[in-house]
């Protein structure tokens, strides 16, 4: 072949494979296009690929009062993305020599009963300990206002699983989602840590990361700046469902952060600047289970410390979603492509799953 014949087919290759970072922002616009909105909840969306922001919007308004516009300083209520920071807590506590992995629940709360025996906090950290159900334990709560509505906190369900007296499953052998364990893992920080659990995160992460407006929410004791409130439509009109009677617990999903700290929280991940990479490995390592014991999305569970670890199109990836009255989050890592997409939603009639996979397909190479 000539020259100008390689050279015309190396132009063509290279401009099928594209270039990182390379796409039509419009294109992401369309995905996000019935998020925009003068007068109704919307979102937030931030990529960042090779550790640069190359796309961030905003959608809709924070909340029908006010009507303030979403951008990228909007504090959305995690849910269950919290996981990850209340995860990085305890490997904080290994880190620092106060804790280890295979203690048990019963070693650390003495009075806990003795089923607690059998579960270490590796079994709390990755779903694998069999604890009840915390919202199936406790009373629903009544009324919209959320003065008035009763929320038990990350102590109370403390208190609720000291009052069981076995496990779903022998721990360890399965692997059940559980809020429950999360919430037991915030009192174990402040238990070995003697502080507040929200006071540990702010000293030993939101504060050394500099993620300035990111706080475990504790009405009455903090506030959340820039606030987006939870939106759900009923009847074709939406109402704000903001509370709710498991809103308090903070383990499980209690922490309020937006697209500009949540991309200082993804850069320390790839920079490793709270723990060393070798500490992070067991966080990113799934939990050993028997063949066909769980699945999650209709895939086997892969789950480590705070995160789903499976694959996506042959794209390793570390993820999760979170889901709660009047807000829908997610976040996807593709460590290898160098790729992490942030949806944040204040409205629960979307998958901000969904949404961020779509923007992850433009970038993903094929």
Excluded at 128 to 146: F, K, R
Excluded at 167 to 175: D, Q, V, Y
Excluded at 270 to 297: D, I, W
Aim: charged share 25%; proline share 4%; glycine share 8%.
């Amino acid at each position: 072949m000539k020259l100008v014949g390689r050279v015309v087919l190396l132009m063509v290759l290279v401009s099928k494979i594209g270039t990182a970072g390379e796409v039509d922002p419009t294109k992401i616009e369309a995905i996000f296009a019935d998020l925009k909105s003068n007068t109704a909840p919307g979102g937030a969306v931030l990529v960042i690929k090779d550790g640069r922001a190359v796309f961030s919007r905003g959608y809709g308004v924070t909340d029908l009062r006010s009507l303030g516009k979403i951008d990228a300083h909007t504090n959305f209520r995690l849910a269950s993305v919290s996981k990850q920071f209340t995860a990085m807590a305890i490997i904080l506590l290994v880190h620092d020599g106060k804790l280890r992995y295979d203690e048990r629940l019963t070693d650390i709360f003495p009075d806990f009963p003795a089923y607690g025996r059998a579960i270490s906090v590796r079994h709390l950290l990755n779903h694998t300990s069999g604890l009840q159900d915390y919202e199936d334990l406790m009373s629903a709560g009544s009324g919209v206002s959320p003065e008035k509505i009763f929320q038990i906190k990350d102590a109370g369900v403390l208190t609720l699983l000291r009052q069981q007296t076995a496990t779903k499953f022998a721990p360890g052998t399965s692997w059940e989602y559980s809020n429950s364990g999360y919430a037991v893992l915030a009192m174990i920080v402040e238990k070995v840590s003697d502080e507040e659990f929200g006071q540990f995160l702010q000293e030993r992460i939101f504060g050394p990361l500099k993620m300035r407006n990111t706080v475990a929410y504790d009405r009455g004791k903090n506030e959340v700046l820039h606030r987006a409130y939870g939106h759900s439509r009923k009847e074709g009109v939406w109402q704000e469902t903001d509370q709710s009677p498991t809103s308090a617990v903070l383990g499980d999903g209690g922490i309020y952060s937006s697209l500009d700290d949540l991309a200082k929280w993804d850069e320390a991940l790839r920079q490793h600047r709270l723990v060393s990479e070798s500490e992070m490995r067991p966080a990113f390592t799934p939990a050993k289970l028997p063949a066909g014991s769980a699945v999650v999305r209709d895939k086997p569970v892969e789950y480590g410390f705070g995160w789903f670890l499976d694959s996506y199109k042959g794209h390793a990836r570390m993820w999760h979603f979170g889901e709660t009255v009047g807000f829908r989050t997610a976040i996807q890592r593709f460590v290898d492509d160098k790729l992490t997409i942030i949806v944040l939603c204040n409205r629960e009639d979307v998958s901000a799953e969904a949404l961020a996979l779509k923007v992850a397909d433009m970038y993903l190479p094929r």
